[in-house]
């Protein structure tokens, strides 16, 4: 099995800033691409951010310039540092991953979510 923990979010005023963490572990033989998602209330899911495991990044154009997404391979974990909050960033940010498992194919897998809030 794999679990991908999201500990952190929470609330925040305009402006300022938060980072969420990622961590994956288990059985994992290799991840290939890890993103964010999120999922603000009365909408539906977006995209956020996603790095490949070469470092390869997209933004999509709503958090391009505020948003920073980053991994470190060795410990298994992806970053979001997120800047210059708006109140419509308030969200459920998800982590997923595409994960290879020891003898297995690759999967899809979520996190619980980790919900922010940005005060105006």
């Known amino acids: 099995q794999v679990q991908l923990a999201e500990p952190g979010g929470g609330l925040v005023q305009a402006g300022g800033s938060l980072r969420l963490s990622c961590a994956a572990s288990?059985?994992?033989?290799?991840?290939?691409?890890m993103a964010w998602s999120r999922q603000a209330p009365g909408k539906q899911r977006e995209l956020a951010a996603r790095?490949?495991?070469?470092?390869?990044?997209h933004y999509a154009e709503s958090v391009k310039g505020g948003f920073t997404i980053s991994r470190d391979n060795a410990k298994n974990t992806m970053y979001l540092q997120m800047s210059g909050l708006k109140p419509q960033g308030t969200a459920v940010y998800y982590c997923h991953a595409e994960v290879v498992r020891t003898g297995r194919a690759g999967a899809n897998y979520w996190g619980q979510g980790a919900k922010v809030t940005v005060s105006s």
């Open positions: 790095i490949n495991s070469g470092g390869h990044r």
């Open positions: 288990g059985n994992i033989f290799r991840i290939d691409t």
